[in-house]
């Protein structure tokens, strides 16, 4: 499965910015999805993911009640609407794709990043 993430940009504190990540093939809907991000001098993290139906999602605690991650298995697209956005959030942030089981540690298939920068 390819991966390619789009919707980044430059965003005040307390703002809002949306990330779609658009897949290619027919099995979508058989892939969990997931949202990571990498800070500057940072490990890269787990930040959201999204069983294949859609049904389960999982955060990091310090995205909690600020993102949403959802996905529209008609478009092949996975979704991660981030909210109150605080400078924190500033990161290189991928879409990744793999088995529930694996979708927060390793999953197999990434796209390429998409820069967010949230300025105070």
């Known amino acids: 499965v390819q991966l390619q993430a789009s919707g980044g940009g430059l965003v005040q504190a307390g703002g809002s910015l949306r990330l779609s990540c658009a897949a290619s093939?027919?099995?979508?809907?058989?892939?969990?999805m997931g949202w990571f991000r990498q800070a500057p001098g940072k490990e890269r993290e787990f930040v959201a993911a999204?069983?294949?139906?859609?049904?389960?999602?999982y955060y990091t605690d310090s995205v909690k009640g600020r993102f949403t991650i959802s996905r529209d298995n008609a478009k092949n697209t996975v979704y991660l609407q981030m909210n109150s956005l605080k400078p924190e959030d500033t990161a290189v942030y991928y879409c990744?794709?793999?088995?529930?089981?694996?979708?927060?540690?390793?999953?197999?298939?990434w796209g390429q990043g998409t820069q967010v920068t949230v300025s105070s």
């Open positions: 093939g027919r099995t979508f809907s058989s892939y969990a």
């Open positions: 990744a794709a793999g088995r529930l089981l694996e979708i927060a540690t390793m999953p197999p298939y």
């Open positions: 999204i069983s294949g139906s859609g049904g389960s999602t």
